[in-house]
């Protein structure tokens, strides 16, 4: 049974900063590429920063600078360090993990943690 547990969501002031953690289990998660997805009331959800397996990372626009992805395999987690909080940053942000088999992938959600930038 595969598992992506988000945590590390909550209030926190414009200028803030958090850090969410996705704790895997259930998948090899060194062979997966793993990613963090935000979506806010009324919006798509959307790409916030993603990871290879090999560690490359990639980054939304709008986070550029300010947020940082990270993984420790050994711990089967991935990280997100977001500095500058930004009100617009508000959302539900969602771990995702891929696993590219050829002509599938496998492709799991975590159930999201809200994140509030408020004042």
């Known amino acids: 049974q595969v598992q992506l547990v988000e945590s590390g969501g909550g209030l926190v002031q414009p200028g803030g900063s958090l850090r969410l953690s996705c704790a895997a289990s259930g998948i090899i998660f060194s062979l997966n590429d793993m990613g963090w997805y935000r979506q806010a009331p009324g919006k798509q959800r959307e790409l916030v920063a993603s990871i290879t397996r090999g560690g490359n990372t990639n980054y939304a626009d709008s986070v550029k600078g300010r947020f940082t992805i990270s993984r420790d395999n050994a711990k089967n987690t991935v990280y997100l360090q977001m500095n500058s909080l930004k009100p617009e940053d508000t959302a539900v942000y969602y771990c995702?993990?891929?696993?590219?088999?050829?002509?599938?992938?496998?492709?799991?959600w975590g159930r999201g943690t809200q994140v509030t930038v408020s004042s």
């Open positions: 995702n993990a891929r696993r590219d088999l050829g002509y599938y992938a496998n492709v799991y």
